[in-house]
Structure formats: C-alpha cells, structure tokens
C-alpha cells in the first residue's frame, strides 16, 4: 500500500486558515464609491458579475481519479477479492476497499489516534510476509446510508428501543433507527452549534433510550463534551454523523473519533467524495466486526482461519450486501490525497466571506464564536443566519433581493424531520415494525413540535460553499450581501 497522508492533527496546523484574512474591524461595507448602490431588485445594477461555474464545481475531477477508475475497470475485479488460492479462493474485501480504509486509518492519526495500521499476518500466519494490510477500526460501505445502519446494529439498537436524534439532518441520520425496530426521539437544535441540544436531550432520555445519533451539521462540530458527559452518565452510545465533517476537529479531537462510532459519507458532493460509499470508524474494533457482520459477510471468512467466533456466520453474514465497490474506493482513495488541501481552500474562502458578513450583522457560525471555542469547524455547506428583527425585511425577501444580484443563495435544503409524514402518518410504526407494541403507538409526531428548531430553520440563508472562488467572486458576493442588508426597508415583500 502506498505511503499514507500525514496525521490529521499535523496537517490542521500547516495547511487550514493560512491565507490571510480581512480584519473585519477595517472593513468598508459600502460600495465604492462611484458604484451605484441601489439593489438590483430595485432597479440598480447586479453586484455578482463574475462566472460562478468553475469557482463552485464539485467534485473536482483530474486525470488521477481517471485513472484510479481505469485502474479497476482493466483489472476484471469489479466487487469483491479473493483470498489465495492455498486458502481455499473464498470471498474477501477486495484489496482497494482494504488499502482505502488503510489510508482513511491515516488520515485521521493512524496509531496515536487509535487508529491503527497492521499486517495480515499478524492474525493469519500463512499470509505472512506477504504486505497485506489491514485497518481494524475502519470499514467501507457502498454509501453513508448503510454504513449508519450497520452502525446502529453494533450498537445493539433493538426493537422499542429509543434513540435520540436530531430533526436539523438529512433523512440517513434517522429513518435506520426504524430499520432497527428503534424509536427516533427528536431533539432540539441548539442555537450555537446547529446540532442537538445538550440540554433538551437531558430532558428527553427514559428508560428506555438506548443511544444517541449526532449529526456535525454542514461540517460544525457539536457541543460534544456536554453531550458525551450526559450519554456517559445515563450509559448510552454515541453515533456521530460525521457525513459533513470530514477534517473537522473539537478541542483537538477529529471529529469522528469522540463518540463509540462515526460514519463519514463519501458521496459525491460530501468533502471527500467518491461515486457512492461511506466509512464506519471506532477506536473499538469489535464495534467494528459487529458492524461487519450485520452486511458484509466476506469480512467474516478471513475469521474462521482465526477461530474467532464471528467467523460462523461467514457462509450468510447477517443478510445485507454493504461492500464498497472497488471503482468507488478507488476514486475515494485518489480525492483522498488532496482532501487536506481542498478543505484549506474551501475554508479559506468561506472564512473570508463569513468576516465580512458578520460585520454587517449575520450570524456565520466561524470557529471561535460562542459555543464554537476550540473547535475547528469545515464547510460541507455554508449557511448564516439573518435576523428580521434586525434588518425590518422578511427573509425571503432578503433571499430573492439577493438572487436578483446575482447570488445563487436560497433555503436550507434539509426539511426538518420531525414534520414530514412518515412521521406523522404513522408510517413509521410499520417500517418499525412496532404496529403492536403499546408504547410505540401511543407516540405521536406532532409537526408543532421543537418550536426553537422550527423557528431557527426558518433564519438560515445558504450560500454556495466556494471551494475553488476567487478573492473577487468573494468580495462581489460581499457587496450584494452589504447593497441588499443596508437597503433591506426599501425591498419589496410581496411574493
């Protein structure tokens, strides 16, 4: 396997934050002078002028990935590997998903992070000396979605059990919980974060919550020591969902590597993108096996040549098919060795932005704010949030003022859960499988439910998350923002 990336915590030091940034205290927030600084839904001229295309194109794709992919295609493996023929040719990983998860093991710390690289033969003698490697605490999945099922799994989530779960997520986070015969129990989001409320999630735990689902939202890390100190007092799991937060960090701690386990996705438009996968990573190996088990039967046959127990149920697993195609792990692991430098850029840009913005009175979410102190936050997406009561104007008239400059801006585009009709309707119960148990159906979902999550969703603006924009793209953007907010009585609020 080709040498891997350096520790995650060396590489935040050199590579993210270090283009310099615009003190916001010297900032000029009006137009030039000269520029004419009515708004264009009023009649002025669009201040984004500037292609928009290329500075927002993602993934971005080079002649490496091209060959990653062709790598696989020529080699006529295109699922799974084989052990050797010695050993009998059964099933196993295929060797790219092996060297990925080797690699991901790396990135995030390797050893000292506990996440440790080791040879094969350390556990199977025969294939000793052979440069087969393995990363116990790491494991591929054809997507996030399935990764975070295999997870719960592992975590012994069982039918009526509860699990806390925030509404602010995408759909992945959540509806496997059902799949488990599980409970979803939403929780408020907290102001700070985005994420789940510490204290709300205090307020929901019974007897029978069994664990909790943290989602890093658009890549902001959660108020982890509060919500590890409660799971630990009341002996719950904890699941990150760290789909958006591949890089991130909380109190020097990778973000993934502060509950029982985390699931990174690797789809298409996530950070580290591939054609389709995720990643399920546990200082805990035998989370890790138990994950495996639940769909990935060809982990389980290398086990019995171990005596280990878990190589029983090589022959079925325990009936799903999650293994990562290889054409994805290939791609993954080519975007992986410029991961580091990518999100620099991005944040780069996005940092850049958000001083401007906060200067003129939106909330940015930057590292550093409060409930944000000794975090390191990354940008899936870029979202800030407007205050009517401060500006007069209604949100989505601030929203197509700014379209009409030419900001490709709109709505968050994750409804909140709890009000959709799976919900609602009751469907839950039968995905569930929970049509007969008493206490399940006396629950109800009420859409009027979580009033300061509601309420919340409803203030966020995103923007696109620039990771390729130029200084001028930025300063443009800066300017619409600053035309549209100072003029914000002036706009227009009929739909």
Same mark, same amino acid.
């Given at each position: 396997m080709a040498d891997g990336p350096s520790p995650m915590a060396d590489r935040r030091r050199d590579a993210l934050y270090t283009c310099a940034m615009t003190s916001p205290s010297t900032l000029d927030l009006h137009?030039?002078?000269?520029?004419?600084?009515?708004?264009?839904?009023?009649?002025?001229?669009?201040?984004?002028?500037?292609?928009?295309?290329?500075?927002?194109?993602?993934?971005?794709?080079?002649?490496?990935?091209?060959?990653?992919?062709?790598?696989i295609i020529r080699s006529g493996e295109w699922s799974g590997g084989h052990l050797p023929r010695e050993l009998g040719g059964y099933p196993c990983p295929h060797p790219e998903a092996l060297a990925l998860e080797c690699e991901f093991a790396q990135w995030m710390g390797g050893e000292a992070a506990g996440l440790p690289v080791m040879d094969v033969g350390d556990f199977i003698p025969?294939?000793?000396?052979?440069?087969?490697?393995?990363?116990?605490?790491?494991?591929?999945?054809?997507?996030?979605?399935?990764?975070?099922?295999?997870?719960?799994?592992?975590?012994?989530?069982?039918?009526?059990?509860?699990?806390?779960?925030?509404?602010?997520?995408?759909?992945?986070?959540?509806?496997?919980?059902?799949?488990?015969?599980?409970?979803?129990?939403?929780?408020?989001?907290?102001?700070?974060?985005?994420?789940?409320?510490?204290?709300?999630?205090?307020?929901?735990?019974?007897?029978?919550?069994?664990?909790i689902v943290v989602t890093h939202?658009?890549?902001?890390?959660?108020?982890?020591?509060?919500?590890?100190?409660?799971?630990? !007092?009341? &002996? %719950?799991? +904890?699941?990150? =969902? @760290?789909?958006?937060?591949?890089? *991130?960090?909380?109190?020097? /701690?990778?973000?993934?590597?502060?509950?029982?386990?985390?699931?990174?996705?690797?789809?298409?438009?996530?950070?580290?993108?591939?054609? !389709?996968? &995720? %990643?399920? +990573?546990?200082? =805990? @190996?035998?989370?890790?096996?138990? *994950?495996?088990?639940?769909? /990935?039967?060809?982990?389980?046959?290398?086990?019995?040549a171990m005596g280990h127990p878990l190589g029983e149920y090589a022959a079925t697993g325990f009936g799903h098919k999650y293994r990562m195609s290889p054409v994805s792990a290939a791609l993954c692991r080519s975007q992986l060795r410029r991961l580091t430098e990518r999100t620099a850029q991005r944040s780069a840009n996005c940092v850049y932005l958000s001083r401007r913005l906060s200067a003129l009175g939106l909330k940015t979410y930057q590292s550093g704010e409060e409930g944000l102190e000794n975090t390191q936050r990354v940008y899936f997406e870029f979202l800030v949030r407007y205050d009517q009561a401060k500006f007069g104007a209604p949100i989505k008239a601030i929203i197509k003022a700014l379209s009409a400059e030419g900001c490709q801006v709109s709505a968050p585009r994750y409804p909140l859960l709890h009000q959709q009709p799976v919900f609602t309707q009751g469907d839950w119960l039968r995905l569930a499988r929970l049509e007969h148990d008493e206490s399940a159906r006396a629950r109800v979902y009420?859409?009027?439910?979580?009033?300061?999550?509601?309420?919340?969703?409803?203030?966020?603006?995103?923007?696109?998350?620039?990771?390729?924009?130029?200084?001028?793209?930025?300063?443009?953007?800066?300017?619409?923002?600053?035309?549209?907010?100072?003029?914000?009585?002036k706009l227009p609020t009929q739909a």
């Open positions: 137009p030039p002078v000269g520029i004419d600084a009515t708004p264009a839904i009023l009649g002025g001229p669009k201040a984004v002028t500037l292609p928009q295309e290329e500075a927002n194109r993602w993934p971005i794709v080079t002649d490496e990935d091209e060959a990653a992919a062709l790598r025969q294939l000793a000396g052979r440069g087969f490697k393995v990363a116990p605490n790491v494991l591929s999945h054809n997507n996030g979605t399935a990764a975070i099922l295999a997870g719960l799994h592992a975590m012994g989530i069982g039918p009526g059990d509860e699990v806390i779960v925030p509404s602010t997520t995408w759909w992945s986070s959540v509806l496997p919980v059902l799949h488990c015969g599980g409970v979803p129990v939403f929780a408020e989001t907290d102001d700070r974060t985005l994420a789940l409320d510490p204290a709300d999630v205090a307020r929901r735990i019974t007897p029978r919550t069994k664990a939202l658009f890549g902001i890390p959660a108020a982890m020591d509060e919500l590890m100190a409660i799971a630990r !007092e009341h &002996g %719950l799991k +904890v699941m990150e =969902d @760290a789909s958006h937060a591949h890089g *991130a960090t909380y109190r020097d /701690q990778p973000i993934g590597l502060i509950g029982d386990l985390a699931v990174f996705s690797l789809q298409g438009n996530k950070l580290l993108p591939s054609a !389709e996968g &995720g %990643l399920l +990573v546990s200082r =805990d @190996a035998d989370l890790v096996l138990s *994950a495996a088990r639940y769909g /990935q039967y060809e982990r389980l046959v290398p086990l019995k009420d859409p009027a439910d979580l009033p300061r999550t509601t309420a919340g969703n409803g203030t966020l603006i995103k923007l696109p998350s620039f990771p390729s924009a130029s200084k001028e793209l930025l300063d443009q953007y800066a300017a619409a923002f600053a035309k549209v907010l100072t003029n914000a009585s």
